[in-house]
């Protein structure tokens, strides 16, 4: 079965620090690669994916994310994290005929102004 | 354009009742899936519709079920609630089932049974 790993369950960070959140899944064949926020109260909210092409994708408020196929990873990346990016952050993962996506736990994130 | 809806987004439950939760896709989102998340489990997959059929299942017990409608709107029901049905059911949709296709969520509802 496919799985998805966060490493990370709680990430404190100080305004301005960069920020890089891992992410692993276990699947060989085709798969598409999401990040997803939850603000406090909010629903969840597509940060980036991944489908094929260049593997680093940008998303929305200046996160990035690189796909290293050998490493089977998708790592979220900022370079500068702002209090207003403290949420919930899940990876996911959706492989070809599933027709549902597989979470990670998610890292919970807490910027200190 | 309206989001995902569900309601109630709030309700409490005593154990062995059962309960059922809607959701209203976006218009022209033909199809809904629903997660359960919890702070053990994190976010599971419970079952997807796509025009008023079910594709996909997740591994959740025969308690949980759900349908969907013609006007895409779905309803899921839990029956014989247990303590550990506690949690937030989210429902998402999205526009068909083609192989990547963005899902857009709902607030959820937040279950609670005691």
């Known amino acids: 079965a496919q799985s998805v790993s966060q490493h990370n369950h709680h990430v404190i960070l100080s305004e301005a620090a960069s920020l890089e959140l891992g992410c692993n899944y276990s699947?060989?064949?085709?798969?598409?690669l999401f990040w997803y926020v939850q603000y406090p109260g909010q629903h969840l909210q597509l940060l980036l994916k991944?489908?094929?092409?260049?593997?680093l994708v940008k998303g929305i408020k200046g996160f990035e994310a690189e796909f290293i196929k050998s490493k089977f990873s998708f790592n979220l990346r900022k370079p500068s994290v702002q209090w207003s990016d403290t949420a919930e952050y899940f990876c996911?993962?959706?492989?070809?005929?599933?027709?549902?996506?597989?979470f990670g736990q998610g890292t919970r994130l807490t910027i200190n102004p | 354009k309206a989001g995902v809806t569900q309601t109630p987004r709030y309700l409490i439950k005593t154990r062995g009742q059962q309960v059922t939760l809607s959701c209203s896709p976006i218009?022209?989102?033909?199809?809904v899936s629903w997660y359960q998340q919890t702070p053990g489990q994190g976010l599971q997959f419970l079952f997807e519709?796509?025009?008023?059929?079910?594709?996909n299942k997740g591994n959740f017990p025969g308690r949980f079920s759900g349908r969907q409608f013609s006007n895409s709107r779905s309803e899921m029901n839990v029956s014989t609630l247990e303590l550990g049905d506690s949690a937030l059911y989210l429902c998402?949709?999205?526009?068909?089932?083609?192989?990547?296709?963005?899902?857009?969520f709902g607030e959820g509802s937040r279950l609670t049974v005691l």
């Open positions: 996911a993962v959706e492989t070809q005929g599933a027709q549902k996506l597989v």
């Open positions: 699947y060989g064949g085709t798969v598409n």
């Open positions: 991944y489908f094929s092409g260049d593997p």
């Open positions: 519709y796509f025009s008023e059929t079910q594709r």
């Open positions: 218009s022209g989102h033909r199809s």
């Open positions: 998402a949709s999205r526009r068909d089932t083609a192989f990547g296709g963005e899902l857009f």
